[in-house]
């Protein structure tokens, strides 16, 4: 293949260490960018996204961008505000600016937490029952909100300008699964590479959203947009299912925080800062 420079950020991240040792392989040269210096790289980017011009001096001469820089989990409305709001719409005109054509860009499955998970039926689900990508917005929190502004910013940027976006709603990528929900959602970090890679050559995508797991043979939303991509997932979570229901038990139907895609992000307002 041929080498093409990326821009990695959130390179530190749990997300972006597997991401670091994963996509070389796939031919990439990659540019790393963090808020907190990247262990071991000496030459990577120690950069705020909220400083625009750090992040121009960064994007510029790279051929594409995976942008899984920002807070991950719940925070205050003010730090999401900054990194994942700011921070994106830094990156995009920096991008935009630079002309850089393609940024894969990490949204989350807390976009669309809010959203019944499917129940009642046993797994694998018929194509039917899944969730569908056009399902609406319903972020379950201030987080998954920037997510969802993500998906616009990304749609805007493209209408307007032409710069492409694939957003991949991640359900939860770690080295293992280690709830019973993650069984369904699970994305294993080497299909995490398969599907950023697929994002980062496939043709035509204008911005396209795809969720990202691996073929669970629990899995509750509909890959078809991400295997249009020419992602084919290798990986499958049932190999954990048997030790973590017998640790954690089944998902319930009378636990609210088994009722939503989103799970325990929908019920647990504890980490609010109110
Ligand atoms: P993480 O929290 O481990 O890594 C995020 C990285 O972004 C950190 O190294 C942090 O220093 C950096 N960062 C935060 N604010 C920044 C800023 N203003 N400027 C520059 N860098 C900044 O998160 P993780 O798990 O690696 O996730 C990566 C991305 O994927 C995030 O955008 C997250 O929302 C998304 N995602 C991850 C999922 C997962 O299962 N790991 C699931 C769904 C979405
Ligand atoms: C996310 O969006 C988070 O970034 C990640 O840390 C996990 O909590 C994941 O979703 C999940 O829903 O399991």
Redesign the pocket.
Known sequence: PVLRTVLLTGAAGGLGTLMRDLLPAYGYRLRLLDLRPVPGEPDAIVADLADGDAVREAVRGVDAIVHLAGI??EATFERIVRANIEGTYHLYEAAREAGVPRIVAAS???AVGFTPRPRGITAPLPQDALIPVGTPHRPDTFYGLSKCFGEDLAQLYWDLHGLETVSVR???CFAEPTSVR?LS?WLSPADCARLLHAALTADGVQHSIVYGSSANTRNWWDLSEARALGYLPQDDSEPYAAKLIAEQGELSDENPAHARL??H?CTEPTWWPY
């Open positions: 991950s989990q989350s499955n807390h991640i359900g939860s993650m959602l989103g799970g992000f």
